[in-house]
Each structure stands twice: as C-alpha cells, then as structure tokens.
C-alpha cells in the first residue's frame, strides 16, 4: 500500500484537459456531426432528463451501496483521485450494485453518477479499478451519455417498428452509426482510463479480465495480444463478412481488440505528449469551430486503418475507392480544374 500512495504522488495530473485531447479520431468526427446542430444536445438531454435521470438515481440510492468515506472508502478514495486526474468539475457519486458480471457504467447527465458491479471489485485489483473508474469518468467528461441516449431511443423505437420491416430500414441503418460511433466511443476512454492509472500493464490486466481471464496471472500476453491480430488478419473474406455481421449490434468493442488498441496508443507519440503536458484545455477548446478538423481526423484515422488491415474485405474497399477517387480526380482535373 506504500508504494501504491508514493506511485500515485507521482502521477501526472491533467488541469483543464479537454477530452478532444484523447478521444479516438472517429469519436470526435461523429461528435463534432452531432454538435454542429443548434440546440440539438440540449433538447435530447433535457428530454432524456426529465424521463429517466432521476428515477434512475433513485434506483442506484434505493438498491445498492452508496461509495463514501464510510462505505467502500478504498473506491472512495479512487473515486476521488481519477476525478483529480481528469480535472472533472464535479466528483460523480459511485454506487456498487449486486452482479456476478463484470460490468460498469455512466448514467445520468445533469448529475451524472457511475455504477459498478460486485465482481469488479471483487475480483480486480486498485490499479484496475482505478483504470476502470476513469473510463467511466472519460464517459462523463465527454458528455457521451446524450448521444448514448439517442441510441437507445431509436432501439426501443425500432423494436416498437418490428413489424413494419420497409420503414425500420432507415432507423436500422441509424443505429448501425451511433453503435460505430459509441464503439470508437469507448476506445477514447480506455484512454481516459489510461490517464488516470498511467500503467498500461494495470489496463491490460483490466482487459484481460473483461476478456475472461478471471485469474490474470494465467494469461500469457503475447499470446492474447497475438488473438487481436490475428482477428485483425483472417485470410477468408467469409471472416470478414462474420466480422462484419456480428459487430453491427455490438454497443463495445470486442474485448481483446479493444486491449491491442489500447496497447497501441499507449506506445504513441500522443499518449506521451498528454503525460508531459501537451494536450488541449477546455479553455481553449473550440469544437463547434473546429467540427471539420476532426471530421477530417475520422476520415484519416478510417484511411490508416483500412491501408494497415490485412482483412480481405477491407483490402477490397481500400482498392475501389482508391480506384475511384483516381477516377474522379482525372475527371475533375480535365473538366472542372481549371474552371
């Protein structure tokens, strides 16, 4: 335990970090499409507010345990070292509530709270949960619950359509979006999780165990981070297509890809550059100026994948659109380039 308090004296705070310093490419394009309309995220989180917010917290106080300096006061202290990280302006409330799985959430959006199950904290270490407990807090800091909401409106509204099956098309097509985007949602705060225990050893073995490794030491690395290229890498474009079928109704990332890319991120430039202190502040953050800047960044982040993905499928996409693009180059430069 003296170690763990010396380790934590030396970590890295964040002061004023705006989440667009770690969200995921991807994560922040379809943001900045959803922010750029007026008044859009006001108007859903009002509704969503008024019929949901605080019966659930309701819910949270009536059946499970409240944290604070008398009940959980380890997780207390967690909790209040991760919002200190993340320089949240306000220290979610966090309840643990009886359940077998691993699992873990952010609800709420004027006060938002998180809830974790008994397994969690049974079963993970500190390190773990305090991973665990900033990817929660990343949730908040982003304001992703508004945007989860409307996810989950058009799926109670697309099964109350099941029976018009023509007009669930478009709501269907919707909802495959959002999944992409609250998928790509949760690799940003496997990064916020990062932030706050700056060990991406502690984070891998979070994963591992979300992943099925109930005792971590039995889990040889290489070998689980090999599944996640492996994955990345089927050579039957029958996989690619399975691949494709299966993650449409994913809300997460399949659990040992989400560990490689977080592996990954933890080993770049940008990871290194937040923890010596050169990222975005809230300040001096402005998305609604900058929307097409990370529409771009989407793009790009879509373009480097797809040319690194050994996927058949992808590679297929890859090469038609290059092919198009060329194409529709060639016809622009002849006939409207000098225009």
């Known amino acids: 335990m003296t170690e763990e308090i010396e380790a934590r004296r030396n970590a890295v705070r964040f ?14 394009g379809a943001l900045a499409t959803l922010r750029s309309v007026p008044g859009f995220a006001q108007v859903i989180s009002a509704v969503s507010g008024f019929y949901n917010e605080r019966g659930e917290r309701l819910m949270a106080l009536a059946s499970s345990i409240r944290v604070g300096p008398r009940q959980y006061p380890e997780l207390d202290r967690l909790r209040h070292e991760c919002a200190e990280t993340l320089d949240l302006p306000a220290v979610p409330n966090l309840f643990v509530y009886q359940d077998p799985r691993l699992q873990a959430a952010a609800l709420g959006m004027d006060e938002p709270f998180l809830r974790i ?84 050893a502690e984070a891998l073995r979070a994963q591992i165990q979300l992943a099925g490794g109930l005792d971590p030491s039995r889990i040889d690395i290489p070998s689980f981070l090999r599944q996640g290229a492996e994955y990345e890498s089927v050579e039957d474009i029958r996989d690619s297509l399975l691949k494709l079928k299966y993650v ?19 080993a770049s430039e940008d990871y290194r550059a937040i923890l010596a202190g050169d990222y975005l502040r809230r300040d001096d953050d402005t998305p609604t100026a900058d929307w097409k800047d990370d529409l771009k960044s989407a793009a790009k982040s879509y373009k480097d994948s797809w040319t690194a993905s050994a996927d058949p499928l992808t590679k297929v996409f890859t090469e038609v659109g290059e092919t198009v693009a060329g194409a529709a180059s060639k016809v622009w430069t002849k006939f409207g380039g000098n225009g």
């Open 15 to 28: 002061p004023g970090i705006s989440p667009r310093a770690y969200e995921h490419p991807v994560d922040r």
């Open 248 to 266: 449409e109704t994913e809300t997460h990332p399949f659990a040992v890809v989400r560990a490689t890319q977080l592996q990954k991120w933890a």
């Open 117 to 200: 199950s008994t397994a969690l904290v049974d079963q993970m270490s500190h390190e773990s949960l305090r991973f665990v407990l900033g990817h929660e807090m990343g949730h908040v800091l982003s304001g992703h619950a508004v945007y989860r909401t409307i996810m989950v409106r058009l799926i109670n509204l697309q099964l109350s359509m099941s029976w018009t099956p023509v007009s669930a098309l478009g709501i269907r097509a919707i909802i495959a979006a959002l999944s992409e985007w609250y998928r790509k949602a949760e690799l940003s705060c496997d990064r916020a999780g990062l932030l706050c225990g700056q060990d991406p």
